[in-house]
C-alpha cells in the first residue's frame, strides 16, 4: 500500500504544475486618462471653429429669410440661392423646407 499512495503523490505532483500552467494571469484593470481642466479664457465653440476654419453658427435674421423668399420665387437653384445667404445648401434646403418655401427650379 505504501507504493500506492505514493504513486498518488507524485500523479499529484506532476498534474499540480498542470493546473498551474491552465490559471489564467489576472486581467489588469482599464483605467480612463485624467482630464486636463480648459483654461477658462477661450470657450471650446470658438476654439474648435478656429482650428477646424468653420464659421461660428448664426440664426436667422427676418431679412435672411426676405432674402431666401425673393430668390426661391425668382426660382435660382438652392446653390447659387445658398452663395447670396452666405450659408451652406442644406441649411438653406432646410430653413427653406421649415418656412414652407418651395426651391424647385425645374421648369
Same mark, same amino acid.
Do not use: F
Given at each position: 500500500?505504501? #507504493? ?23 486581467? $489588469?484593470?482599464?483605467?480612463?486618462? $485624467? #482630464? @486636463? ?12 471653429? $478656429? ?13 435672411? @429669410? ?8 425668382? #426660382? ?9 445667404? $452666405? ?13 414652407? @418655401? ?6
Amino acid at each position: 500500500m505504501a #507504493k500506492a499512495t505514493t504513486a498518488k503523490k507524485a500523479a499529484s505532483k506532476k498534474a499540480a504544475p498542470k493546473k498551474a500552467a491552465a490559471k489564467k494571469a489576472p486581467a $489588469k484593470k482599464v483605467t480612463a486618462p $485624467k #482630464k @486636463v481642466a480648459a483654461p477658462k479664457a477661450a470657450s471650446k465653440t470658438a476654439a474648435t471653429a $478656429k482650428k477646424a476654419g468653420a464659421s461660428k453658427r448664426r440664426g436667422w435674421t427676418n431679412d435672411d @429669410v426676405k432674402e431666401l423668399k425673393a430668390l426661391a420665387k425668382q #426660382k435660382l437653384p438652392t446653390a447659387k440661392i445658398a452663395k447670396a445667404l $452666405k450659408r451652406t445648401e442644406g441649411a438653406t434646403r432646410q430653413k427653406a423646407y421649415s418656412l414652407g @418655401v418651395s426651391l424647385d427650379s425645374r421648369r
